[in-house]
């Protein structure tokens, strides 16, 4: 295996020819069952058109005893000196501060009528996110293989639509570092995944291989839980004997056939924001091979990220001419899967994300490293270090030579 390619993540266990044939073994991340702290996830029950064309949005529940309170509480008027200042028919003419919960409502004037739609402003330690339903009508179209991701006609792309808003807890510092988690690997192994779903927070970007069963149920159960989520496109590595299944992208073949093995890959699932390439270390290092593909990826709309992996990656450069969004991995976190070596390399990426004020880690999702970096995840805020899905961060990184190890 060649020193600059993380040539098995997934697992290879043999030659193959051609696109058509079986998917060979990703089996490090299939096969590995792991143990797992589950996390309860919160339902939240306060629903409500949020008038942003599809956009993801914020969910906040009120304990019952305290809502029916609130309901029967008188809502007087302050002062016209007292009010807050806003658009003008739209004031605040009441608000409530529920000091269980910290929730503040307030009733908006509609026209200067009392009676209009209530306002929650919610403590960021109770905001719960519920990403946008997809597959979005707007951002399909028909393909040869499946349904693709477009740019909707309003203009809206996926990227955007499926993604992750990045909100950061209110105790942090403005400025803060900010730090996004890229786990890869999802989708072979139903049972693994869900349970990587549960075990990560919901702030942590996942990747999913299109060779998996049911995917798209797979990607809407990450969804569900918060997760944004990428495809991970198969790119050819050094080794040919590497080539990890059907429609890898090839070099020194024509374009027109890289991209429809693209398209392919692309009708595997729905509801991503992005793609990102696995292995690759040949192929992201011709223009030839690279650049009819990430304009394809750009024209629909979609990220892409590279992990870092391939040394000579031309994707910064090259993605930079396609005017796309793009990302970089600055810190391989499971290149060596063991507990200490995955605490070692989170805590480089938090040293890159404290220098710069940003940083990007990806891990293969191998057994045994997603506990350690769930447990990391968790504390980041409590060291003044705010985790942001993968979206908030394209466009920031600058190239570099590829992952720290």
Known sequence: MPANDLHNPLGMDGPRS??????????LIACGGFGGLLLGLVAFSFITDNGMG??????????????????????????PEQSASGPAGNQPIAAIIDATTGVRIARQSSQGAPGGPLILKVPQERLGLQLAPAPDTRLVEKGRHGPLPRIGADGSR?????????????????????????????GLNAAATSSAVDLLPGEVTLGFAPYGPD????????????????????MEP?????????????????????????????????????VANFLGSR?????ADLSPVLREIAARGLLFMDDGTAMQSLAPTLAAAAGMQMARADVGLDVNPSREAVELALGRLEAV?????????????LPGSLEPIARYAQG???????????????GRSAPSAGLAR
């Open 283 to 287: 192929f992201m290092a011709r223009e």
């Open 158 to 186: 996926p990227s955007e639509i499926y993604a992750r808003p990045a909100v950061t807890a209110s105790n942090l510092k403005a400025g803060a570092p900010r730090i996004a988690i890229v786990v890869g690997g999802m």
């Open 54 to 79: 599809g956009r993801p949005f914020a969910d906040a529940s009120i304990q019952p005893g305290r809502a029916e309170e609130i309901a029967t509480a008188s809502l007087s008027p302050p002062p």
């Open 353 to 365: 994300a404290r220098a710069k004020g940003f940083a990007i880690g990806y891990a293969a999702g």
């Open 18 to 27: 051609g696109r058509a044939g079986r998917v060979r073994n990703w089996g």
């Open 238 to 274: 050094i080794e040919k004997a590497d080539i990890p299944g059907p429609n890898t992208l090839l070099s020194g073949v024509d374009s027109s056939q890289n991209v429809d093995a693209l398209r392919w890959l692309m009708s595997r699932m729905t509801g991503y924001v992005g």
């Open 380 to 394: 980041l805020e409590k060291r003044g270090v705010a985790l942001v899905p993968l979206s908030a961060l394209a």
């Open 215 to 234: 995917l798209d149920r797979q990607v809407a159960r990450a969804r569900e839980a918060g997760h944004e989520v990428l495809l991970q496109a198969p």
